[in-house]
């Protein structure tokens, strides 16, 4: 483990035409001790290539393949298990950050002697122009309120290895970003957020953000398989955890 070293986890699948942008948004940090890596889940486009040709130009970027088609879970929890810095940062193959994302956040953690934040994010659409929606986090969330409601948005959560040790990723299809922060805090209680937009969310037709139905399915399903809930239980904190995405958090 490398002290100060970011190591950022991307998952990717066919990704062409977003994948360079994500990159950019990292060689252009203003913190510069990071390491980038970036597993591709057998991508049937160019994905692959242009990454391996980012990696000959790039020594901080790692690129690795899984062997068969497996999900986001996999390669995240790939990219986890050769990860060498004491920080672990998420940036999914389609998202962007800010230039001072990472300074921000590293500078907030060593301030205030914290093992995790997270930050606020703009909404922009497939071809990268903003949507003018701003998602504001909440200035701290326990366990109980991320149960209820995704308020850690993936590719805003750093968190500290040296605090609490690399936390497994879920090989759940779905929503195992989620399943990952909420596993985080049970042992850290507590997250809190900068008071900071530091990161570009990108709503794409396919994606289960973009499908409230489909989300309401995954999200289902993670209280019935994953946390063991009945049947009405899983029902029950389902409609809870809508009431709070479309009323209290409006995204």
Known sequence: ?????????????????????????VIKQTYSNWEMIIVD????????????LQAELEPRIKVLKLAKNSGAGVARQLALDNSNGNYIAFLDSDDMWKPEKLQVQIDFLKT????????????????????RKLILPKKQVTYKELFYCNWIGNLTGIYDVTKIGKIPISTFRK?????????????????????????????RKDSISASK????????????????QNVVS??????????????????
């Open 234 to 251: 899983s029902f029950f904190s389902m409609l809870v955890f809508l009431y709070n995405q479309l009323i209290v958090k409006k995204n």
């Open 175 to 203: 929503r195992q970003d989620w399943i990952m922060w909420l596993e985080v805090l049970k042992i850290e209680k507590v997250a809190f957020s900068t008071p900071n937009n530091l990161a570009y969310y990108r709503i």
């Open 41 to 52: 889940d057998c991508s049937t486009d160019s994905t692959f290539s242009l990454l391996t």
């Open 112 to 131: 205030n002697n914290l093992a995790i934040t997270f930050s606020g994010y703009e909404l922009i659409d497939e071809k990268s122009n903003p949507l």
């Open 1 to 25: 483990m490398k002290s100060g070293l970011v190591s950022i986890i991307t998952p990717t699948f066919n990704s062409e035409k977003y994948i360079l942008e994500t990159i950019q948004s």
């Open 213 to 228: 139905l489909q989300l309401l399915k995954s999200n289902y399903l993670v209280y019935y398989n994953y946390h063991k």
